[in-house]
T-cell receptor
């Protein structure tokens, strides 16, 4: 099945520093990737949609200058949390859209990475 | 405004019995629905999906039912196993040619506990 990896799986950083999280689709090409955030005991909240070769589309209330997204290739999207603060501590999850089934007459599906736990001290 | 709702935050079921997880949606533009299973500190795992042209999709112990008129879907797990204990999210999306787009909108999740 489709596999999506994230790196790192967890990171602890000091307030004011920047952290980069990578999301890779390992066995399929993903023109679209999504970044989610999950707070404890809450559902997944979409932060932004990342399209290969173009600017990301951010959801309302998400600061684009704080959460920088780059989708430089069909298998890699990165999320950089700039000038991180303790309130940015959260579980960040990416997903990648596999359109192969859709092109074959089926429907596409999003596959999720394992997530990255960010703790800002 | 929550477009996808899972009204039961938790569900406890005895091993071997049926687990029924429910999900309601409000956006009539949604035409594709998915169920994901999530363990703590892990990403969601895709379980099963259903297109709006169907009312039932079955895969092993998992069956998803869709009632479009009621804007309601449910996931049935039978027989339930202790390893099924996790949080289950339903999600909905449309395709790129309608207003719902390709994004997934998630419900709040239901924690399933299967007791041995």
């Amino acid at each position: 099945g489709a596999v999506v990896s994230q790196h790192p799986s967890w990171v602890i950083c000091k307030s004011g520093t920047s952290v980069k999280i990578e999301c890779r689709s390992l066995d399929f090409q993903a023109t679209t990737m999504f970044w989610y955030r999950q707070f404890p005991k809450q559902s997944l909240m979409l932060m932004a949609t990342s399209n290969e070769g173009s600017k990301a589309t951010y959801e309302q209330g998400v600061e684009k200058d704080k959460f920088l997204i780059n989708h430089a290739s069909l298998t890699l999207s990165t999320l950089t949390v700039t000038s991180a603060h303790p309130e940015d501590s959260s579980f960040y999850i990416c997903s990648a859209r596999d359109v192969t089934p859709w092109l074959a007459g089926g429907v596409d599906t999003q596959y999720f990475g394992p997530g990255t736990r960010l703790t800002v001290l | 405004d929550q477009q996808v709702k899972q009204n039961s935050p938790s569900l406890s079921v005895q091993e071997g019995r049926i687990s029924i997880l429910n999900c309601d949606y409000t956006n009539s533009m949604f035409d594709y629905f998915l169920w994901y299973k999530k363990y703590p500190a892990e990403g969601p795992t895709f379980l099963i999906s259903i297109s709006s042209i169907k009312d039932k999709n079955e895969d092993g112990r998992f069956t998803v039912f869709l009632n479009k008129s009621a804007k309601h879907l449910s996931l049935h797990i039978v027989p339930s196993q202790p390893g099924d204990s996790a949080v289950y999210f339903c999600a909905a999306s449309g395709h790129s040619n309608n207003n719902a787009g390709n994004m997934l909108t998630f419900g709040g999740g239901t924690r399933l506990m299967v007791k041995p």
